[in-house]
């Protein structure tokens, strides 16, 4: 039986790059924009354009999903998860690093189905790692299957 998620998976991955590219480009540019408005203003700006560029991607190719955003729930929205396929979005994970100019930011994704988790995507932008996880199949960082430590805390 085919994956009916993959390909929104794959998606999602791809997405993730786009919008870290933009993240980065925001993190090269930070003192230049910061002397003409306040770093709220221009975490805001990115937020909102990293989010925006995710979910119009989103929505082209997959038009009856539905959206959880931070931005958009910040601003109003309802954060309603219902059984409909959604999308939760973090655009700019790691907002107070992202602020002082300091590389821990990520793109985070989430995608839910009748309430329940699918896959998510941890893109690290200016690391280029790309963490996945598949309900029922594991956790990859670049495709390579990430394991659980057997040390304990003892």
Known sequence: MADPWQE?????VAVARKAGAVI???LQNEVKIMCKSSS???VTKTD???EQLIIASVKEKFPDHSFIGEESVAAGQP??????PTWIIDPVDGTTNFVHGFPFVA???GFAVKKELEFGVVYSCVEDKMYTGRKGKGAFCDGEKLQV???TGE
């Open 8 to 12: 929104a998976m794959d998606h999602a």
């Open 24 to 26: 980065r480009d925001a």
């Open 40 to 42: 709220v203003d221009l």
């Open 48 to 50: 909102q354009k990293v």
């Open 79 to 84: 954060c309603i998860l219902t059984d409909n």
């Open 107 to 109: 793109v985070s994704i």
């Open 149 to 151: 430590s057997d040390q």
